[in-house]
């Protein structure tokens, strides 16, 4: 991604010595290199905010020097990579996924558990833990026996991201009361406990989920295919090749008719369309070959 150097990446109030539209454009192509993020023009701003800290900690004092820094310095590369990332997300996001995941997609892994055969989901992109949780506490259902039940069967599932700050707050697992709402009423007290605002996932449904580091456009180590990916609100800040590239491996990375949920302004589109089926609201499953 070539960025053209226009005068709207300039910051007003913001002297060009400190962050010129060059300081912009060569970030911009950093992390469009590494993470496969697009910083388009008028993101200008919120470079300069997110990583102005990071340039006056490591006494960089400008972004010229600090882009200088990130070429060679790989711990601060990925804490400017980490700072320029969107975190936002919350329980029970696009519930129609959830709706059609427990009417739709539950009863065939509870039978293939039952059956002795894995189950492995991943949430891509999984932020602070939020989409993970809601799915996994989906998945172990209202009843909390029949739930424990479920979570004694070879069930695993994978939430992985590039931000560490979103996924120590993700192991952490602790958050505040009013950010649980969105979820069912019956769900929230099967599986979560409360103490004054805070409510802490429980150890159950904790014990399911593996978080990991990692790079989406980098190499994945997992070995083994999933029944389920979750991959929301991820791919809206990438480009159409990168889009198309990534659907393309997590088809592969499916088991055969195996299921891949996007976040709900999001399409399988390019050569990866022919190898799915739209089965729900953004909701495809890998066709069989
Ligand atoms: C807006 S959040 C979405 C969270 C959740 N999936 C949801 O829908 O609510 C996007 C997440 O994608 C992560 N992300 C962005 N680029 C990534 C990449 N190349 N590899 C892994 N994660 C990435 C960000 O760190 C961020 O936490």
């Known amino acids: 991604m070539k960025h053209a ?32 993020i697009v910083l388009a023009e ?7 905010s997110r990583l102005a800290p990071r340039v006056r900690e490591t006494g960089a004092v400008t972004f010229a020097n600090y882009v200088e820094l990130l070429r ?23 519930a129609h996924h959830f709706e059609h995941f427990e009417e739709h997609t539950r009863p065939n892994l509870i039978a293939n558990l039952n059956r002795r055969v894995p189950v492995r989901m991943w949430s ?11 799915l996994i506490m989906t998945m172990l259902g209202t009843d909390r026996i029949a739930g424990q039940s479920i979570a004694r069967g070879d ?8 931000a560490p700050h979103a996924l120590a707050k993700a192991e952490a697992a602790v958050y505040e009361a009013k950010d649980l709402k969105p979820v069912p009423n019956e769900l929230r007290e099967a599986w979560t406990s409360k103490a004054g605002d805070e409510v802490t996932i429980s150890p159950v449904a904790r014990s399911l989920v593996r978080f990991r580091s990692l790079n989406l456009l980098g190499d994945w180590p997992m070995a083994g295919k999933f029944d389920v990916i979750f991959c929301r ?3 809206i800040y990438f480009d159409q090749p990168t889009k198309e590239r990534l659907i393309s491996r997590f088809l592969d990375a499916l088991k055969p008719d195996g ?8 399409r399988v589109t390019g050569p990866a369309a022919d190898r799915v089926q739209l089965v729900g609201p953004t909701v495809y499953r890998r066709r069989l070959p």
Do not use: W
Request: charged share 20%; aromatic share 10%; hydrophobic share 40%.
């Open 124 to 134: 891509a992109g999984c932020s602070s833990g939020e989409e993970v949780y809601s």
């Open 259 to 266: 299921l891949l949920y996007i976040g709900h302004s999001e």
């Open 72 to 94: 060679d310095d790989e711990v601060e590369l990925n804490r400017a990579l980490a700072s320029l990332t969107t975190n936002h997300t919350f329980f029970y996001r696009e």
């Open 5 to 36: 150097l226009v005068q709207k990446d300039a910051v007003p109030g913001i002297s060009p010595e400190i962050y010129s539209p060059r300081d912009f454009a060569a970030v911009s192509e950093i992390v469009y290199s590494r993470v496969g």
């Open 42 to 48: 008028g993101k200008a701003l919120l470079v300069y």
């Open 155 to 162: 069930l695993k599932v994978l939430a992985s991201d590039i």
């Open 233 to 235: 609100n991820v791919m």
